[in-house]
């Protein structure tokens, strides 16, 4: 069975700081794409961070949009099963329920976590 635990959101006020992070079972783990999605009320999912697996195929780097670059930093721990997202200087506009995605892209395989809720007061 697959699964993906998110753990780490909560409340900030701006300009401070979180770490999420995300387990996952049930899958080969290297062979997977990691990446973090949000969405805000209204608002569609969008990707925030991205990082390759081992056997995810060479030539694979990082990702992150302009909106979070040099804010947010992904990692993974491929001996724990673990993906997280460190976040600083956080806005109001970070505001959003982040998701945990794994992606193998040659099989088009995708799994989701449930979410961890990140607020971010003004």
């Known amino acids: 069975q697959v699964q993906l635990v998110e753990s780490g959101g909560g409340l900030v006020e701006a300009g401070g700081s979180l770490k999420l992070s995300c387990t996952g079972s049930?899958?080969?783990?290297?062979?997977?794409?990691m990446r973090w999605y949000r969405q805000a009320p209204g608002k569609e999912r969008e990707l925030v961070a991205s990082?390759?697996?081992?056997?995810?195929?060479?030539?694979?780097?990082?990702h992150y949009p302009d909106s979070v670059k040099g804010r947010f930093t992904i990692s993974r721990d491929d001996a724990a099963n673990t993906v997280t997202l460190q976040m600083h200087s956080l806005k109001p506009e970070d505001t959003g329920v982040y998701y945990c995605?794994?992606?193998?892209?040659?099989?088009?395989?995708?799994?989701w976590g449930q979410g961890t809720q990140v607020t971010v007061s003004s």
């Open positions: 990082i390759p697996g081992e056997g995810a195929g060479g030539g694979s780097t990082i």
């Open positions: 049930g899958f080969p783990w290297k062979d997977y794409y």
């Open positions: 995605n794994a992606l193998h892209i040659s099989q088009a395989q995708s799994y």
